[in-house]
Every structure is written in C-alpha cells, then in structure tokens.
C-alpha cells in the first residue's frame, strides 16, 4: 500500500512510521509541516530507506494536499497531524481549530476526491471530557471536550463520522488515552519532568495532583492504529487505553525516585483552567474485534523512556532551545500561568 502518514515527524507519527518500516512493506509517505512539535530528527535512520518519502506540507493547504494524495498515488492516509498540547489550547485556541478542524476537513475532502480506500482518523479519549471516580469511557459515551484542543479534535472526529455517513468514505477513528515513550516532546507531562528532574529543576504539579491519566506506551498505541488501519471496520470507533490508571501526583514521584533525584522538586502550581479530573478507557471492543491488546508493561515501558531521555541528551537539548525556551518561560517563569506562587507575589 501506499500510505499517506500526517504529521509522521511528531512523537507518535514517527514511532508508528518506525513500526511501518519495520514491519510492512508499505510506501509510507510523511506529510508534516515540522510545526515546533515537529523534528525530523524522530525519523533518523529512516530516510535511506527507499519506500520512505518526507512532503514538507500544511494539511490547511489543499493543493499541497492533492499534490502529495495524487502524486504519490495514496490508498491509505492515517492523519496524526494536529495541534496536540491542552496548555497551548488554552494560550491560543485558533490555531487548534485551523489545524485540527479544517486541515482535517481539507484532508478528508482531498482524500475522498483522490480515492483513498482508507482513512485513519487519530482522535484522542479526551473528545469525552471528564470521568468522575468510577467508569471508564466507551465508543458510545457522549462527546463531551472542555478544552480547545479537545474540542477541535471532537469536531474533526465528527467531520470524519460525517463523511462516512453522508459519502460512505470509508473512515477509521481511534481514541485513544495518554501516551508515553521515546521522541515524545517535552511539553508533556512525563518527558517534561523527566527533563526538569535533569536539571534539578522544579517540577510544576497542577492543581492538587490528583488528576488521573490512563497510561499506554506509545508502541502499543501505534501497533493498534496499525490493526484498524488494516482490520477495521470503515465507519468504526476503536478506543485504545492501556489499562493503566495514575494519578499525576504518584507518577511524578515515581519517576523522581527512579532518576534518584529529591522529591522536594516537585512544586504544586496553579491548576489548568478546565483542567479534566479523570481518563479511563474501556477498550474492549478493539481486544474483542481486532485482538488488541497492550504488550508493554508499566514498568518496562516507563524504564525504558527513562533510559531513552537519558541516551538522548543531544535530541533534548535541541528541542529545548528556541522557541521552546520562551514558550515554558511565558507559562512557567515568573508571572507566567504556572509560575510558582512565591515568585507570582
Ligand atoms: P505532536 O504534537 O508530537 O506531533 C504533531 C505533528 O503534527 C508534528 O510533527 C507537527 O509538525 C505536525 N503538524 C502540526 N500542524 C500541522 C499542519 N498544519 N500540517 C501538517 N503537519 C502539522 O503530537 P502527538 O503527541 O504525536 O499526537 C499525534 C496525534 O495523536 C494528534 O492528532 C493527537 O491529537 C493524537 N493523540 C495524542 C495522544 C498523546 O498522548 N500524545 C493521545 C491520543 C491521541
Ligand atoms: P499532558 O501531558 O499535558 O496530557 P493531557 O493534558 O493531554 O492529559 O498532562 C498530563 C497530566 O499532567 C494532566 O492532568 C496535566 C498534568 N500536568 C501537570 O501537572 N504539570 C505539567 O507541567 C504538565 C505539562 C501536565
């Protein structure tokens, strides 16, 4: 197959454009406008290899978008390519719904219009909102998104539904929970502390780090989309949770502990503005209809990224620089959103 893999140069693109060139004999070709999250240096390796092509290209810009579609003859498209950070939702909502919203749009008409047989939409548990103590979400719980970002995926999710139901074009969603390993950038919550930790730095905790997350590697994430890509049924939901549930605070102190760093980093800040309390993912419908199911424990996993940060000093150190540097100082230096309550006064 040809395969068409939007923002292949973000953390789960290029992990699942890995898991393609590894396991398939697919042409796999990488549409990414390397945004701040993009880095081609996800994919270092992979460029030699002939069935990989990189198109620098705006999912917003529809004749880049038919050019790659048609120039490459693609069959199947799996569309990663999104805003991705809730924090940066609530600093600037419009580029969320440019992107996620009408980049998918303009990617779901294109795509039907050039013929593509598949089309993976990667939507995320978070278009469900908040759970309180009890339950887990499933494919029929109702939309629900309380931040911009989610509430753009929700929206470019449910373009998707609508173009299945109205043109029949055969659509894939997933949603999945949080994700976690190697080339993810530091603005989340694991690779974050991981880095600050580095550096004896402070480890902002929103609110009273109660807030729980259910965890999956990004590997069994990515082997996952590569099943509904391939098995699914078109028009079909999958939800892809790892069974995993963690409440921020206890996760934060595990991984303090496993670099063998003071647990007195961590510093509670100011809470998230609409800050979801719980995720939980009922994710047995793709175990039952696909024979999903996670292969990465906890505790490698999390070692294994631990170790990854580590060995890769160099790759975080360059996303770090630039624009990154003045973005965490606007949130978490003095002042900012997060910045710690002595320094605000
Ligand atoms: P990421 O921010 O690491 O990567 C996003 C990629 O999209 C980057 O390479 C960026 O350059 C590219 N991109 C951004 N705007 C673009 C545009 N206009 N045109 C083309 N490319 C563009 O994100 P991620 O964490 O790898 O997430 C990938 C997808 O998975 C997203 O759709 C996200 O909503 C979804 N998701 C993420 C998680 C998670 O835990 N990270 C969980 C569930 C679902
Ligand atoms: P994040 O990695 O941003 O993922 P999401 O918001 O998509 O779940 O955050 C995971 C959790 O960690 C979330 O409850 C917010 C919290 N968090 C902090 O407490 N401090 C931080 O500096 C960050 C980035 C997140």
Redesign the pocket.
């Known amino acids: 197959m040809n395969i068409l893999v939007t923002g292949g140069a973000g953390f789960i693109g290029s992990n699942f454009i890995r898991l393609l060139l590894e396991g398939s004999d697919d042409v796999v070709v990488n549409f990414d406008l390397l945004t701040y999250a993009g880095n081609l240096g996800n994919l270092a390796g992979c460029e030699d290899d002939p069935r990989y092509r990189f198109i620098r290209g705006d999912v917003r810009d529809r004749s880049q978008v038919r050019a790659a579609l048609t120039g490459h003859r693609i069959e199947a498209v799996v569309h990663f390519a999104a805003e991705?950070?809730?924090?940066r939702s609530v600093e600037g909502p419009e580029v969320f719904v440019t992107t996620n919203v009408l980049g998918t749009e303009i990617l779901l008409e294109e795509s039907r219009a050039a013929g593509v047989g598949r089309f993976v939409m990667v939507s995320?548990d978070?278009v469900y909102g908040s759970l309180g103590p009890e339950g887990a979400f499933t494919e029929s719980t109702p939309l629900a998104p309380n931040?911009p970002?989610s509430a753009s995926k929700a929206a470019a999710d449910l373009l998707c539904r609508a173009f299945f139901k109205t043109f029949d074009f055969p659509v894939l969603i997933t949603r999945c929970s949080?994700n976690y390993g190697p080339y993810q950038f530091p603005?989340?919550?694991?690779p974050?502390?991981i880095a600050n930790a580095l550096e004896d730095k402070p480890?902002?905790?929103?609110?009273d780090?109660q807030?729980?997350?259910d965890w999956l590697h990004v590997r069994d994430h990515c082997r996952a989309v590569d099943l509904v890509l391939r098995r699914g049924t078109p028009g079909g939901i999958y939800n892809i949770g790892g069974c995993n549930e963690l409440k921020?605070l206890d996760?934060?102190r595990l991984l303090v502990d496993r670099l063998g760093k003071s647990r007195d980093l961590i510093t509670f800040?100011s809470d998230?503005p609409g800050?979801?309390r719980r995720?939980a993912i009922d994710a047995g419908k793709i175990m039952a209809e696909l024979g999903w199911a996670p292969t990465v424990t906890f505790a490698e996993g999390l070692s294994g990224t631990i170790e990854w940060y580590l060995a890769n000093g160099a790759w975080l150190e360059q996303v770090r620089s630039g624009l990154y540097t003045a973005y965490y100082e606007r949130l978490?230096g003095a002042g900012g959103r997060?910045g710690r309550e002595e320094d605000r006064a």
């Not at 991705?84 to 924090?87: F, K, L, P, Q």
């Not at 480890?203 to 609110?207: A, R, S, T």
């Open positions: 991705s950070h809730v924090d995320t978070e931040s970002y949080n603005e989340k919550l694991i974050l502390m480890l902002p905790v929103y609110g780090g807030n729980v997350r921020n996760l934060v800040v998230r800050h979801d995720y978490y997060y």
